[in-house]
């Protein structure tokens, strides 16, 4: 079963604007995690964020943590063609171990 | 390219049979997971192991199993196909193991059961 619940489920927008992503847990975290997918192929690991941090960023990539609802964004900022792909959030659970529970990802597709 | 590496790419068998799915780890990781996903399902952990040792469990059918050998490579057995196994099969690879490791994924590899 899944963890999260990343919305949107789809997003599309213009090169150059901002894609959010919103991904929200049920249980307690001890870090979450964005990952990137490219048409079924492997996950690309993108930022991993602490349960005791509240914002990290790389690059063009802005995550956000609110561990008292349960959420977490992920911002792209100025996006681009080749950002086109599925993100998935994924959670390390403070009873769950090291498995990592995903969520069902959101679609970004960014037009030329 | 994350280091870690999944042999096949693909795989099409028929339902009953049993195929093997094999995973190197990242230079220096000591721990493997296993993944499927399918499109009903989503993202599953099936299994970790560490250093050859199995450490957690999801929800892993029972003709499902797997190991991770002394060179620390891994491999995913699965028997008695069904077409409902038809998914996507992620390896990935961590250094310890541990609950704030960052896991790295392979390519995958896809499962067809006709």
């Known amino acids: 079963s899944q963890q999260g619940e990343e919305d949107p489920q789809a997003l599309s927008i213009q090169e150059g604007e901002n894609a959010t992503m919103n991904c929200s847990y049920k249980?307690?975290?001890?870090?979450l995690q964005w990952y990137r997918q490219n048409s079924g192929r492997g996950l690309v690991h993108l930022i991993l964020?602490?349960?005791?941090?509240r914002e990290k960023h790389s690059g063009r990539l802005r995550v956000t943590l609110d561990t008292s609802k349960k959420s977490s964004s992920l911002l792209i900022t100025a996006s681009r063609a080749a950002d086109t792909a599925s993100y998935f959030c994924?959670?390390?659970?403070?009873?769950?171990?090291?498995?990592?529970?995903f969520g069902e990802g959101t679609q970004l597709t960014v037009n030329p | 390219d994350s280091g870690v590496t999944q042999t096949p790419k693909h795989l099409i068998t028929a339902t009953g049979q049993r195929v093997t799915l094999r995973c190197s780890p990242r230079?220096?990781?000591?721990?493997v997971y296993w993944y499927q996903q399918s499109l009903d399902q989503g993202l599953q952990f099936l299994i970790q192991?560490?250093?050859?040792?199995?450490?957690a469990k999801g929800n892993i059918l029972e003709r499902f199993s797997a190991q991770q050998f002394p060179d620390l490579h891994s491999e995913l057995n699965l028997s008695s196909l069904e077409l409902g196994d038809s998914a996507l099969y992620f390896c990935?690879?961590?250094?310890?193991?541990?609950?704030?490791?960052?896991?790295?994924f392979g390519p995958g590899t896809r499962l067809t059961v006709l």
């Open positions: 990935a690879s961590s250094v310890i193991g541990d609950i704030t490791d960052t896991q790295y």
């Open positions: 249980t307690s975290i001890n870090n």
């Open positions: 964020i602490r349960s005791n941090e």
């Open positions: 994924a959670t390390g659970g403070e009873t769950s171990g090291s498995r990592l529970t």
């Open positions: 230079s220096g990781d000591l721990s």
């Open positions: 192991y560490y250093n050859g040792e199995e450490r």
